[in-house]
């Protein structure tokens, strides 16, 4: 039995791809009133939810074969990028990266966006767009940095 997943002109739809990782730092919050003011560290988890409309051709230009033919990203693209924008932050303080702006899971999600969209937008040839970044420093508790995009 043969699927088809081609969709009619009366229907469209949006693909989601997300991919986590995983890093651990230290800062602190020195002007916060309880704990945080202290350095400490935390195990990150970081989320990343890249959108695009069409996954990837099977064919290239001059009938080349698409290894990434029906994929919106590649996953192990999407890990190399990882390591090259935001492997820097492994293991090292985070303060002096963001001095002097705070190191609060939100701003931490907001740098990571900043840091992976450029490469996202490439690795997909404008395909796709880095759309939410999520940070967690432990297991009840996330913080987010979602771009909303207007279309004019």
């Known amino acids: 039995m043969v699927i088809e997943l081609t969709t009619s002109p009366s229907t469209s739809g949006i693909y989601r791809v997300t991919r986590t990782f995983r890093f651990d730092s230290a800062h602190c919050l020195p002007q916060h009133d309880g704990k945080c003011k202290l350095q400490h560290g935390h195990s990150y988890e970081v989320t990343v939810l890249i959108e ?13 074969p698409n290894p990434k033919f ?12 990882w390591k090259e924008v ?7 303080d985070l303060n002096p990266l963001f001095n002097p702006i705070p190191t609060t899971a939100e ?4 740098m990571i966006f900043k ?11 404008g395909n796709a767009q880095l759309r939410k970044v999520t940070v967690s420093e432990q297991q009840d508790t996330t913080a987010e ?3 909303i995009r207007v279309n004019v």
């Open 115 to 125: 840091l992976m969209e450029p490469g996202i937008y490439k690795l997909t040839g």
């Open 70 to 81: 029906g994929m919106l990203i590649d996953y192990k693209d999407l890990k190399t990028l």
């Open 107 to 110: 701003n931490i999600a907001c």
């Open 52 to 64: 695009g409309g069409d996954l990837q051709p099977q064919i290239l230009g001059e009938n080349i």
């Open 86 to 92: 935001c492997g820097h932050l492994d293991h090292v």
């Open 145 to 147: 940095f979602e771009v």
